[in-house]
Nanobody, 121 residues
């Protein structure tokens, strides 16, 4: 069983920064690939970023490349999403996700409950 708890959301001005955290309650966090997804009002949930078990393989959505950075601390069972140069279109509920591998991320059932990020123009 994998439990994921996101934190760090809130309200920020356009151009600002914010860091999200996702703490995992699991026996072997280092055996999990981790990802961030987001869902804006009226839109489907979309991929944001993902990181492999060791952190050696990282993927980003084109819309966040160069602005967002995903990282992980396996000693703390935590994955982070550093978001810089935020735009109003980044406003969404951000979800953490865990999977056995990066390739199984899309089909994994392990989601956090989400944290709201609002970027004010």
């Amino acid at each position: 069983q994998v439990q994921l708890v996101e934190s760090g959301g809130g309200l920020v001005q356009a151009g600002g920064s914010m860091r999200l955290s996702c703490a995992a309650s699991v026996r072997s966090f280092s055996n999990l690939a981790m990802g961030w997804f987001r869902q804006a009002p009226g839109k489907e949930r979309e991929f944001v970023a993902a990181i492999s078990r060791s952190g050696g393989n990282i993927n980003y959505a084109d819309s966040v490349k160069g602005r967002f950075t995903i990282s992980r601390d396996n000693a703390k069972n935590t994955v982070y999403l550093q978001m810089n140069t935020l735009k109003p279109e980044d406003t969404a509920v951000y979800y953490c996700k865990a999977a056995n591998t990066l390739t199984t991320m899309s089909s994994s059932p392990y989601w956090g409950q989400g944290t709201q990020v609002t970027v004010d123009s």
